[in-house]
């Protein structure tokens, strides 16, 4: 399985979300059948079906959308659309509140992991799509301290993720302990300062988002959002907003050049 370059965008009323998948470079919608419950806190994902599929441009192909939500009792279900089917799996179900937030998420192996309570009471939510089955994982007990959590694919292709304490970033990744039980390994430790190459910030550096196989970490400060290359260092500037009490989460996306769009049969993304 593979991430497709594609988006789901959502309305949601008590019934339950209605999704839509749209391709951004062929401009395609597919709109998908509401999912069958209601949630509080909700994310999706889209992932590449098709057989023997390089994923070097996978468009209008079958594709395979994964809802991860929080119901009203404290449920926390996941479901998956596979477009060939053309309807919703069967619920799976845990007994843990997780309220799922729209940061982007993260595919290691069969297993999509989605970020609940980033501010608060983050932890991750793990949705293994082949074997149908939920998980939480809990972070390192030092992250309690942390104001804001983006998950991330380490250098290994292990789960990690990265957040913000006292204006410092910090970089974690997961390994299996001699027991079986999950572990965190702290990686890399980058103080603002040297983060952004500036001493002016006003204010302290929040994640927003990162780029899956390219090393990048998008921070935020004040109403400026900048991209840094984890492996040299590199800091650019890359949006600024119109004001600094917007919430940002950047989305990445990567388009590839195909025959068709050198011909001018697709138009640039």
């Known amino acids: 399985m593979c991430w497709t370059p594609a988006t789901a965008a959502c309305s949601s009323t008590r019934s339950g979300q209605r999704l839509v998948v749209w391709d951004p470079v062929t401009g395609e919608e597919f709109k998908i059948p509401r999912v069958p419950a209601y949630a509080l806190g909700f994310n999706a994902a889209v992932l590449c079906a098709a057989v023997g599929c390089d994923h070097l441009d996978c468009h209008g192909g079958p594709f395979r959308v994964a809802f991860v939500g929080c119901g009203e009792r404290g449920i926390t279900f996941a479901c998956t659309y596979p477009s060939e089917a053309g309807a919703w799996s069967q619920r799976v179900e845990i007994e843990q509140p997780a309220f799922v937030d729209g940061r982007p998420s993260v595919l290691v192996g069969n297993t999509l992991y989605f ?77 603002h300062k040297t983060m952004l190459r500036t001493r002016g910030l006003s204010t302290p550096p929040e994640v927003v988002g990162f780029a899956d196989g390219h090393g990048l970490i998008f921070v935020r400060t004040g109403n400026t959002v900048f991209s840094m290359e984890l492996k040299s260092g590199h800091v650019r500037k890359v949006y600024t907003c119109r004001s600094r009490n917007y919430n940002v989460i950047v989305v990445p996306y990567m388009s590839f050049c195909t025959s068709d769009r050198a011909m001018g049969k697709l138009p640039s993304p």
């Open 115 to 191: 970020t609940c309570d980033p501010y608060l009471n983050f932890k991750m939510l793990g949705y293994d799509i082949v074997r149908q089955e939920l998980s939480v994982i809990w972070p390192s007990s030092q992250h309690e301290y942390y104001s804001c959590t983006v998950l991330v694919k380490a250098e290994d292709g292990r789960l990690g993720f990265a957040g913000v304490r006292n204006g410092t970033l910090y970089l974690w990744s997961m390994k299996d302990g001699a027991d079986g039980e999950v572990e965190w390994v702290q990686r890399r430790v980058i103080q």
